[in-house]
């Protein structure tokens, strides 16, 4: 079964992952490469926020191009 490299996002099968391993809040993350692992050690919460922004709430402001005359 393919794991999923948390940083770029490709399949990696655990057997054979090239970046490692490593142990996160008691789960275990494999990485296609050493790169990849690197990134994750440094700053890993990072990678698991949601990547879509929330919209704000209040739909009572309104939007006007700046480049509207």
Not at 1 to 6: G, K, L, S
Not at 22 to 39: A, D, G, I, M
């Amino acid at each position: 079964m393919a794991a999923r490299d948390p940083v770029c996002g490709m399949d990696v099968i655990p057997s054979a992952a090239r970046g490692g391993a490593v142990l996160y809040k008691e789960q275990t993350h494999y990485f296609c490469n050493p790169k990849c692992r690197e990134k994750f050690i440094a700053t890993p919460e990072m990678y698991f926020k949601p990547q879509k922004p929330e919209m704000p709430s209040d739909t009572t402001r309104i939007y006007t191009c700046p480049m509207h005359p």
